[in-house]
């Protein structure tokens, strides 16, 4: 199968095809007339079906990944820090839009990078909904905080107070579009009714989780989710050098940050996640490490009631 790894920038894609030993270029706007004329460039060159290999860089890859996919190709989106990892390992020198589409491309043909599913569109809707409202949580708390600053006159007072009604109204607008998106769709709102049975996740980050990992339960393993999350552990000894171990960082950041409050909530008010912070204190943990750790935790409970279909249940591991 031939091979095309794509570059996707803001306004503009560079795509790289790879034929047997021959390979050849072609540079689109990134829009919907510029993916009808990657797919025409395709088809002039009698391609029917390709292995399409694109970096995971949100909405700007998922959409061309979406049509491609749509199209009869073989789509994977792969996480930036494998591709960076594998230029290193070509001690790439020069860094260019073309010669990263290369790059991806035969990151494709060596790695056979597994196939990308698309979510469901109520899937897509709900990411977009729950980024939005986190995107509006974190203005507000930056419009808030200049309202404590010092000196400030009451024009601007007034000015800033006004963005805040503004702000509160669009949380408002947006939570409620949420909540109906859930209402419209009865199996989204059971996954989320099973997320909420667990002690630390309330509604708003069982949004998270299902518009974040839509195909949570499709996952092989509790390690392949944390690590999608980027929250597995990252250790290093070299000789007599052992440094501290560290979160690995390198997944879905939207994913990572969701149980961090739910985490130190769960750590009170979750017997079963309480018992296991308690014993890493006994091990003198630091708390950073105890909220993390608690953090897979709750992506492993997670992970759990969304493959068993099951609600929570705290006694279940004394069965």
């Not at 989204?188 to 339960?217: F, H, K, V, W, Y």
Request: with cysteine; charged share 25%.
């Amino acid at each position: 199968m031939e091979i095309l790894g794509i570059d996707v920038g803001k306004h503009e894609m560079h795509a790289v095809l790879l034929q047997h030993e021959r390979s050849t270029s072609r540079s689109v706007a990134n829009s919907a007339t510029g993916f009808k004329q990657l797919q025409t460039w395709l088809r002039n060159r009698k391609v029917e079906r390709v292995h399409v290999c694109l970096e995971a860089t949100g909405g700007w890859s998922e959409d061309l990944a979406l049509v491609l996919h749509k199209a009869g190709h073989v789509v994977s989106l792969v996480n930036p820090t494998r591709i960076k990892a594998f230029a290193r390992s070509e001690m790439l020198r020069t860094k260019t839009d073309c010669i990263d589409a290369a790059l991806i491309a035969r990151f494709c043909r060596m790695h056979a990078p597994e196939p990308w599913v698309p979510p469901a569109p109520e899937i897509r809707m709900l990411q977009g909904l729950v980024r939005r409202y986190q995107s509006l949580i974190q203005m507000r708390t930056e419009v808030q905080n200049r309202l404590q600053a010092p000196m400030i006159t009451s024009v601007v007072k007034a000015s800033i107070k006004a963005t805040l009604t503004h702000l509160d109204r669009e949380i408002e607008r947006v939570d409620h579009e949420i909540e109906q998106l859930f209402k419209h769709y009865p199996p989204l709102r059971r996954q989320r009714d099973l997320l909420t049975s667990i002690p630390g996740i309330g509604e708003t980050t069982a949004a998270r989780i299902l518009g974040e990992m839509p195909n949570i339960a499709e996952f092989r393993d509790v390690k392949a989710v944390a690590a999608y999350a980027g929250l597995s552990p990252r250790h290093y000894e070299s000789g007599s050098i052992r440094r501290p171990s560290r979160i690995a960082k390198t997944g879905n950041a939207n994913l990572r940050t969701a149980p961090y409050f739910p985490a130190i909530s769960a750590m009170r008010y979750n017997p079963l996640l309480r018992r296991f912070a308690d014993r890493l204190r006994e091990r003198r943990k630091s708390n950073m490490a105890i909220i993390t750790a608690v953090m897979r935790k709750l992506l492993t409970l997670a992970y759990g009631v969304l493959k068993s279909g099951k609600l929570f249940d705290p006694t279940y591991a004394s069965h």
